[in-house]
C-alpha cells in the first residue's frame, strides 16, 4: 500500500484540479450535505482516475518481483525468475507468463466494466476560481493525524532505516564519483523514459476517451498487457528480437528507453486519459471555427486543459524508470550503473551500509522532479 497509493493519488490529485467547485456549491445549495456532495458530484468525477490507478496497482502486482524475493513470498513472477535462473526453462517460463495475462485481461474487463461509457467534460467554462476552503472543525485533528501516519509510513520508516545504516558505514559509503556517475545516469534515462512515454500516451488515450468502439478498447486494453509481464519478459522478449533481426540495437540506450515505454506506458496512459476526459469538445470545435489548425488547438487548448495529468503521467513514469532494474540489466549498455543497479548489487551481498546512499538519493531525486512537474502543471493550467 505505501509502494503503490501514489499510481491512485496522482492522477486523483490532477483531476480534482480540474474540478468545478460550482457544481459542488450548487449541490450544497439544493440541500445535499458534504458526504452527499462527495459521493453524488465528486466521487463519479474521479471514476476513470480511481480506476485506471486501481487497474496500475494490480498490474504492477502481477508483475512485481524485488519485494515479494525480500519478503519470500511466492508468486508467479517469483516463479517465473526462478525457472529462467535455475536452468533457462523458456517453455515454463512462458507458461507462467500467460497466466499473467490471463490476469491482465480480467482485470481490464472488471475495470471496463466499472468505468462505463459516462462523459466527464464540462459543457461551460466552469468557475474562474479556486474552491473555497471549508474548515473541517472537530474533524480537523483526525484528519491530520491521518495524514501525518501515512507520511510517516511511506517516509519515516524508510529514511529511519536508511539513516541507520548510514550511521553505521559513516563516511566510507560516500564514493562520490560512482555515486555521481550512477545519479547521471538514472536522471537521463528516467528523464527522456518520462518525456516520450507521456508523449506516446496522449494519441492511444485520445482514442480512448473521444472513441467508444471495440477497437478504441482493443488498442487501449493492449497497452496494459505488457504491464503486467515481468520486466524479464520483456527484456528476454527485446534481447531476442534484436539479436535476430537488429543487431545493432543490442545492448543500446535506445533499447532500454524502449522497453521502459513498453513497461510504463500504462502509467502515463491512466494520468493523460483522466485529463483529456475533462477536456470538453466544444472548445476545441470553437478553437477550429476561428480558423486555428488542428495542431495549434492541440496545443492552446487540448494539453493547456489537460496539462496537470500530463505532469502526473511524466512524474509517474520518473520515479518508475528511476526504480527500474530487470529490464535495465539486460538491456542496458556495459557500463550503465544506475542507482537501482547498485543499490540491487550491493544489498545483494549484504552490504547494506554501502547500498544506503542509493536507496537515499533514489528518494531525494523524485521528491524536486515532482514538485516541479506538479507546478509547472498548475501554471499552465492557469491555477
Excluded at 556517475?181 to 488515450?205: D, I, K, S
Aim: glycine share 8%; charged share 10%.
Amino acid at each position: 500500500t505505501m509502494s503503490y497509493f501514489p499510481l491512485v493519488y496522482l492522477p486523483a490529485a490532477a483531476t480534482l484540479r480540474r474540478l468545478d467547485p460550482a457544481v459542488e456549491e450548487s449541490a450544497r445549495a439544493l440541500g445535499s450535505g458534504p458526504v452527499a456532495v462527495f459521493a453524488r458530484i465528486v466521487l463519479p468525477q474521479l471514476r476513470l482516475a480511481v480506476l485506471g490507478g486501481g487497474l496500475l496497482i494490480g498490474l504492477h502486482l502481477l508483475a512485481e518481483y524485488g519485494a515479494f524475493v525480500m519478503v519470500r513470498f511466492d508468486t508467479f513472477t517469483t516463479a517465473i525468475f526462478e525457472q529462467y535462473q535455475s536452468s533457462f526453462a523458456g517453455p515454463a517460463g512462458s507458461m507462467l507468463a500467460g497466466v499473467l495475462v490471463l490476469c491482465c485481461l480480467a482485470l481490464l474487463g472488471a475495470e471496463a466494466g466499472l468505468r462505463g461509457r459516462a462523459r466527464y467534460a464540462r459543457i461551460g467554462s466552469g468557475a474562474p476560481r479556486a474552491a473555497a476552503r471549508i474548515r473541517l472543525g472537530a474533524g480537523t485533528l483526525p484528519v491530520l493525524a491521518v495524514l501525518v501516519a501515512v507520511t510517516a509510513a511511506a517516509l519515516g520508516v524508510p529514511l529511519w532505516t536508511i539513516g541507520r545504516w548510514l550511521r553505521i558505514g559513516g563516511a566510507a559509503v560516500w564514493d562520490v564519483t560512482d555515486i555521481g556517475n550512477a545519479l547521471g545516469q538514472t536522471v537521463g534515462l528516467a528523464a527522456v523514459a518520462a518525456l516520450l512515454t507521456t508523449l506516446c500516451a496522449f494519441p492511444v488515450a485520445w482514442i480512448a476517451v473521444r472513441s467508444t468502439s471495440a477497437f478504441a478498447r482493443l488498442v487501449e486494453g493492449a497497452n496494459y498487457v505488457t504491464s503486467s509481464l515481468p520486466g524479464i519478459v520483456i527484456a528476454l522478449a527485446m534481447v531476442t528480437v534484436t539479436i535476430r533481426w537488429a543487431p545493432a540495437l543490442y545492448q543500446t540506450a535506445g533499447m532500454v528507453i524502449a522497453a521502459y515505454l513498453l513497461l510504463f506506458l500504462p502509467r502515463a496512459l491512466v494520468s493523460v486519459r483522466a485529463g483529456l476526459a475533462q477536456v470538453p469538445v466544444g472548445l476545441e470545435e470553437a478553437s477550429r471555427s476561428l480558423g486555428k489548425s488542428a495542431p495549434a488547438t492541440f496545443f492552446l487548448v487540448t494539453l493547456r486543459l489537460a496539462a496537470p495529468a500530463a505532469a502526473a503521467a511524466a512524474a509517474l513514469v520518473f520515479v518508475a524508470v528511476a526504480t527500474e532494474l530487470t529490464a535495465t540489466l539486460l538491456l542496458a549498455p556495459n557500463g550503465t550503473r544506475t542507482l537501482a543497479m547498485r543499490f540491487w548489487g550491493l544489498s545483494g551481498e549484504l552490504d547494506y551500509a554501502a547500498a544506503a546512499p542509493y536507496a537515499l538519493i533514489m528518494i531525494a531525486a523524485a521528491v524536486p522532479v515532482t514538485y516541479l512537474l506538479f507546478t509547472n502543471s498548475q501554471k499552465a493550467a492557469g491555477i
